[in-house]
């Protein structure tokens, strides 16, 4: 078979619309497909790349290589270096080729367990990235953020890597551990990061009830859109229903995205009938809308919450809402991914993800690279962004770097108060750490050693998971409360 017949032999194909188009690790992939059995069209097009005459110069490089290199050549090698450049030449991180190992393992991130550190992660400005934390995982546990840039895996630089080779460095056995060297975009300085890989559940939808004021709220958090999460969610939406309540509120911080389907079916458990729910644009400039089916409309005022890390089919939604619903949105501009991917499966296995289409919002908006705005700006405490930990040598009085400033920032946080913020380890920042390790029965050095600063770590994160610390939670609850009084 010769190169050209080959990179065209397709078994399977799946329309793709999720968070960041890379891959997993440890995380679910990204981009989840939605299940079909198309074959992908083709068609002549004009150009030179296309032309009988490019074909031949690629095939007369392959001879040349294969027949004439100085050393072994591995021919196959050859073949996924060729798909590789062709997307590469692209300059779109979703439009990626995942070899056979890689495809497996997306195949398995589907099923409702994985193992790895529990984080999204996509190739953004030539850095691995952290699309958004699962919550409750090790990546979140170790205090990674959206945004966050992994330079190094175990002492390793990830600048010449590709987004698949850092997954595989990361990804490990379950118990496992991986050092990562983390760049913020809000601090100035790199840090370690030392996480323990986990087998991390892969939950959908989960939903709880708020009663404040008198009003009860339905709380649904749609973690991911996976296949069963419309059943899901709609099973969970009937439960909130019949015990009674007032309002509901939406909650897709941190979802990177999942299947195209899924967002579909949802939009039409909540918004009006006949409203857009998604546009798709096709390549050649065709429109195809996606009414809601919904035939009795809601009741009950509704909100979402969103933030950086909500990509995807989270946006999707979280416009639906805002445009389709009128409905406000509280928290943070999201993610901004607004284009559809095409997964197709090479009969060796392996599978390319390729952009196909845009998605636009209800009213037609192309949100890529711009994301989704809020209607009501809720940011969170300080805290919750601030660097991890890494304490490498005791911080000690007098010293004045961003481990002393995220120390100070986390002490105040949780009601000491250092006196400042601004890294400097004066007096009352001393006394601020001794106050915590005596109520905390650690040695009253004033010192924040490791145990220390373990410690700290461990205390705000069970202070960023107390609801009553959210602020956008809370904005958006006060919101319903007074939509239905």
Same mark, same amino acid.
């Given at each position: 078979?010769?190169?050209?017949?080959?990179?065209?032999?397709?078994?399977?194909?799946?329309?793709?619309?999720?968070?960041?188009?890379? !891959?997993?690790?440890?995380?679910?992939?990204?981009?989840? @497909?939605?299940?079909?059995?198309?074959?992908?069209?083709?068609?002549?097009?004009?150009?030179?790349?296309?032309?009988?005459?490019?074909?031949?110069?690629?095939?007369?490089?392959?001879?040349?290589?294969?027949?004439?290199?100085?050393?072994? !050549?591995?021919?196959?090698?050859?073949?996924?270096?060729?798909?590789?450049?062709?997307?590469?030449?692209?300059?779109?991180?979703?439009?990626?080729?995942?070899?056979?190992?890689?495809?497996?393992?997306?195949?398995?991130?589907?099923?409702?367990?994985?193992?790895?550190?529990?984080?999204?992660?996509?190739?953004?400005?030539?850095? !691995?990235?952290?699309?958004?934390?699962?919550? @409750?995982?090790?990546?979140?546990?170790?205090?990674?953020?959206?945004?966050?840039?992994?330079?190094?895996?175990? @002492?390793?630089?990830?600048?010449?890597?590709?987004?698949?080779?850092?997954?595989?460095?990361?990804?490990?056995?379950?118990?496992?551990?991986?050092?990562?060297?983390?760049?913020?975009?809000?601090?100035?300085?790199?840090?370690?990061?030392?996480?323990?890989?986990?087998?991390?559940?892969?939950?959908?939808?989960?939903?709880?009830?708020?009663?404040?004021?008198?009003?009860?709220?339905?709380?649904?958090?749609?973690?991911?859109?996976?296949?069963?999460?419309?059943?899901?969610?709609?099973?969970?939406?009937?439960?909130?229903?019949?015990?009674?309540?007032?309002?509901?509120?939406?909650?897709?911080?941190?979802?990177?995205?999942?299947?195209?389907?899924?967002?579909?079916?949802?939009?039409?458990?909540?918004?009006?009938?006949?409203?857009?729910?998604?546009?798709?644009?096709?390549?050649?400039?065709?429109?195809?809308?996606?009414?809601?089916?919904?035939?009795?409309?809601?009741?009950?005022?509704?909100?979402?919450?969103?933030?950086?890390?909500?990509?995807?089919?989270?946006?999707?939604?979280?416009?639906?809402?805002?445009?389709?619903?009128?409905?406000?949105?509280?928290?943070?501009?999201?993610?901004?991914?607004?284009?559809?991917?095409?997964?197709?499966?090479?009969?060796?296995?392996?599978?390319?993800?390729?952009?196909?289409?845009?998605?636009?919002?209800?009213?037609?908006?192309?949100?890529?690279?711009?994301?989704?705005?809020?209607?009501?700006?809720?940011?969170?405490?300080?805290?919750?962004?601030?660097?991890?930990?890494?304490?490498?040598?005791?911080?000690?009085?007098?010293?004045?770097?961003?481990?002393?400033?995220?120390?100070?920032?986390?002490?105040?946080?949780?009601?000491?108060?250092?006196?400042?913020?601004?890294?400097?380890?004066?007096?009352?920042?001393?006394?601020?750490?001794?106050?915590?390790?005596?109520?905390?029965?650690?040695?009253?050095?004033?010192?924040?050693?490791?145990?220390?600063?373990?410690?700290?770590?461990?205390?705000?994160?069970?202070?960023?998971?107390?609801?009553?610390?959210?602020?956008?939670?809370?904005?958006?609850?006060?919101?319903?409360?007074?939509?239905?009084?």
């Amino acid at each position: 078979m010769n190169a050209s017949v080959k990179w065209l032999v397709i078994l399977t194909s799946a329309i793709i619309i999720a968070g960041s188009g890379g !891959v997993i690790a440890g995380v679910s992939i990204g981009e989840e @497909g939605q299940d079909s059995t198309a074959s992908p069209q083709t068609s002549e097009v004009s150009g030179e790349a296309s032309s009988d005459e490019g074909w031949e110069k690629v095939h007369q490089a392959y001879d040349l290589i294969s027949e004439q290199y100085v050393d072994d !050549v591995d021919e196959s090698a050859l073949f996924e270096g060729a798909i590789e450049g062709m997307l590469e030449e692209l300059d779109d991180p979703y439009s990626v080729y995942m070899d056979q190992e890689t495809a497996g393992q997306f195949e398995e991130s589907l099923d409702s367990e994985f193992e790895g550190i529990g984080a999204e992660v996509n190739m953004v400005n030539n850095h !691995v990235t952290i699309v958004s934390p699962i919550q @409750g995982s090790p990546a979140e546990e170790a205090g990674l953020m959206p945004d966050d840039q992994i330079l190094e895996i175990d @002492g390793e630089s990830t600048e010449d890597q590709s987004l698949n080779e850092a997954v595989m460095d990361i990804r490990g056995e379950e118990g496992s551990t991986v050092v990562l060297s983390i760049g913020r975009p809000s601090a100035s300085e790199t840090f370690e990061v030392e996480v323990e890989r986990e087998a991390i559940p892969v939950e959908s939808v989960e939903s709880q009830t708020i009663e404040r004021d008198g009003e009860t709220i339905g709380l649904l958090e749609i973690i991911s859109f996976s296949t069963d999460t419309a059943q899901e969610f709609e099973e969970e939406l009937n439960a909130l229903e019949s015990e009674g309540i007032d309002g509901l509120l939406i909650d897709v911080r941190d979802n990177p995205g999942g299947y195209l389907n899924s967002v579909q079916d949802i939009g039409s458990l909540l918004l009006p009938e006949g409203e857009n729910i998604v546009q798709i644009e096709q390549p050649n400039g065709e429109i195809i809308e996606t009414p809601s089916t919904l035939s009795e409309e809601k009741d009950y005022p509704m909100a979402a919450l969103i933030n950086q890390g909500s990509a995807s089919a989270s946006e999707i939604l979280a416009a639906a809402l805002q445009e389709a619903g009128g409905y406000e949105l509280i928290g943070e501009t999201t993610f901004g991914k607004g284009t559809v991917q095409q997964g197709f499966q090479f009969d060796d296995g392996s599978e390319m993800n390729l952009s196909m289409s845009r998605w636009l919002t209800s009213d037609g908006n192309n949100i890529h690279e711009d994301g989704v705005e809020p209607t009501i700006e809720e940011s969170q405490p300080d805290y919750f962004y601030t660097a991890a930990l890494a304490v490498d040598e005791t911080l000690t009085f007098d010293d004045n770097n961003e481990q002393v400033g995220s120390a100070q920032n986390i002490l105040e946080g949780i009601g000491y108060d250092p006196g400042r913020t601004d890294g400097y380890f004066d007096e009352q920042t001393e006394e601020a750490v001794m106050d915590f390790q005596q109520s905390h029965d650690l040695e009253e050095s004033g010192d924040i050693d490791e145990e220390t600063a373990q410690t700290l770590h461990s205390e705000v994160v069970d202070e960023i998971r107390d609801d009553d610390n959210d602020r956008q939670l809370n904005t958006a609850i006060d919101h319903l409360v007074e939509e239905t009084s």
